[in-house]
């Protein structure tokens, strides 16, 4: 397994108050899943993502990645692992406004120490496989949406990292670039990248091989996509609303024009 974790929790404390934000969470994802995780807001999702990106530590529970206890491991030893194993990309893009898109994608590997010359080359490599290879010396106030989590894609795997995380990223992009960006996980996926990915669109969801459902920090369901009822009816409305488009659409037998 690439990712297990069982009987996880994690209590936030705000002065007196507990917030119990996850409360027991089991989970095996296998390498190379693509694995979508959804459920109403406040259920959980961003807390067990941080956890599984390393960003932050459970109160309870196993978390093993790749075999090897993250439960266990302190600060030092989380942020290697994180450098060297996750690759995580925000609803926000989370990009250095001042830096190029090339200085972005180079950052993770600088952390870790590598020669700038094999940096820069790395990250090159990086952005023409999103798509960006004529826009490299652009800031990101010179991209579209797109391109910015482009960039934050390319920076995220730079590494070549053994779990993609990904927190809503189509969250802040119109429909034609939520296209763009699912379209870039599916091509990941293909080449053999494990993806883990939050969303709240079922459009998103269904490109994934697996739906695992959260509420109030919990696993409330968790099937195949295809298997997923709350998914299946969402596919039969597209269905049928695209048979009621073709129905009523007048003389649409034509060539298009
Ligand atoms: N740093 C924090 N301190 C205290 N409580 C927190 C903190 N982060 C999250 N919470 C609480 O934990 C619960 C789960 O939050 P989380 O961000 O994981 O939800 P989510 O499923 O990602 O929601 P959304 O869909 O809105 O992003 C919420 O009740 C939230 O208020
Ligand atoms: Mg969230």
Same mark, same amino acid.
Request: with cysteine.
């Given at each position: 397994?690439?990712?297990?974790?069982?009987?996880?929790?994690?209590?936030?404390?705000?002065?007196?108050?507990?917030?119990? /934000?996850?409360? +027991?969470?089991?989970?095996?994802?296998?390498?190379?899943?693509?694995? /979508?995780?959804?459920?109403?807001?406040?259920? +959980?999702?961003?807390?067990?993502?941080?956890?599984? +990106?390393?960003?932050?530590? *459970?109160?309870?529970?196993?978390?093993?990645?790749?075999?090897? $206890?993250?439960?266990?491991?302190?600060?030092? @030893?989380?942020?290697?692992?994180?450098?060297?194993?996750?690759?995580?990309?925000? @609803?926000?893009?989370?990009?250095?406004?001042?830096?190029? /898109?090339?200085?972005?994608?180079?950052?993770? !590997?600088?952390?870790?120490?590598?020669?700038?010359?094999?940096?820069?080359?790395?990250?090159?490599?990086?952005?023409?496989?999103?798509?960006?290879?004529?826009? !490299?010396?652009?800031? $990101?106030? @010179?991209?579209?949406?797109?391109?910015? @989590?482009?960039?934050?894609?390319?920076?995220?795997?730079?590494?070549? *990292?053994?779990?993609?995380?990904?927190?809503?990223?189509?969250?802040?992009?119109?429909?034609?670039?939520?296209?763009?960006?699912?379209?870039?996980?599916?091509?990941?996926?293909?080449?053999?990248?494990?993806?883990?990915?939050?969303?709240?669109?079922?459009?998103?969801?269904?490109?994934?091989?697996?739906?695992?459902?959260?509420?109030?920090?919990?696993?409330?369901?968790?099937?195949?996509?295809?298997?997923? $009822?709350?998914?299946?009816?969402?596919?039969?409305?597209?269905?049928?609303?695209?048979?009621?488009?073709?129905?009523?659409?007048?003389?649409?037998?034509?060539? $298009?024009?």
């Amino acid at each position: 397994m690439t990712i297990r974790i069982r009987q996880l929790t994690k209590v936030y404390k705000l002065g007196v108050e507990r917030v119990h /934000a996850l409360r +027991g969470v089991d989970l095996d994802i296998a390498r190379n899943e693509f694995v /979508a995780i959804m459920g109403a807001s406040g259920s +959980g999702k961003s807390t067990m993502m941080h956890i599984l +990106g390393c960003l932050d530590r *459970p109160t309870s529970g196993v978390y093993e990645l790749n075999g090897r $206890p993250m439960h266990k491991m302190g600060a030092g @030893q989380l942020a290697r692992v994180r450098n060297e194993e996750i690759g995580f990309i925000f @609803q926000s893009f989370e990009l250095l406004n001042r830096a190029t /898109a090339l200085k972005n994608v180079m950052l993770p !590997m600088i952390y870790s120490r590598r020669h700038w010359a094999t940096a820069r080359k790395r990250a090159r490599a990086a952005l023409d496989r999103v798509g960006l290879g004529d826009r !490299m010396g652009h800031k $990101p106030n @010179q991209l579209s949406g797109g391109q910015r @989590q482009r960039v934050a894609v390319a920076r995220a795997l730079v590494n070549e *990292p053994s779990i993609l995380l990904a927190d809503e990223p189509t969250g802040n992009l119109d429909s034609a670039t939520t296209h763009e960006i699912i379209e870039l996980f599916r091509q990941l996926h293909a080449e053999g990248q494990t993806i883990v990915i939050v969303t709240h669109e079922e459009e998103v969801a269904a490109h994934s091989q697996r739906i695992v459902r959260l509420r109030d920090g919990l696993v409330l369901s968790d099937h195949p996509t295809r298997e997923d $009822p709350t998914h299946r009816r969402w596919l039969e409305g597209q269905a049928a609303a695209a048979a009621e488009a073709a129905g009523s659409r007048p003389l649409a037998q034509g060539a $298009p024009a």
